[in-house]
């Protein structure tokens, strides 16, 4: 499929897919007239990256992880190495503090909303 056809379906700027292929993390085939051509699988692997830039991951780390995950289910691949795990594991930490945080301040945030409904 074309890059317009991928951006329409994944919901992601031609743009980033562009960006997504200088970065390593996807692939596109050329047509005889040099236009990109991307396999089917393409869509899920988009679908893919944005969850892991969702997640807070940078593209150097996304690239390292793509080729450990399997792009249908997202299960473990047998390839995912001890260090890979643990990198991602200090994320997943991050992520929780990050959430730990965001919690604090909306509590500080609701108290301070009741205290001024109460005045």
Do not use: F, W
Not at 43 to 53: P, T
Not at 65 to 89: E, H, N, W
């Amino acid at each position: 499929m074309r890059i317009g056809e991928l951006a329409r379906r994944t919901g992601v700027s031609e743009r980033s897919l562009r960006y997504y292929e200088t970065q390593g993390l996807l692939r596109a085939g050329r047509t005889p007239g040099g236009h990109r051509d991307y396999p089917e699988p393409a869509v899920d692997r988009v679908i893919r990256i944005q969850e892991l830039y969702a997640a807070g991951l940078h593209s150097e780390k996304i690239r390292q992880l793509l080729p450990c995950m399997r792009d249908q289910d997202g299960g473990p691949s047998a390839i995912a190495t001890p260090k890979l795990v643990a990198d991602l594991s200090a994320e997943r930490d991050r992520i929780d503090r990050m959430i730990a945080d965001l919690v604090r301040s909306r509590e500080t945030l609701d108290e301070v909303i009741r205290a001024a409904r109460d005045s």
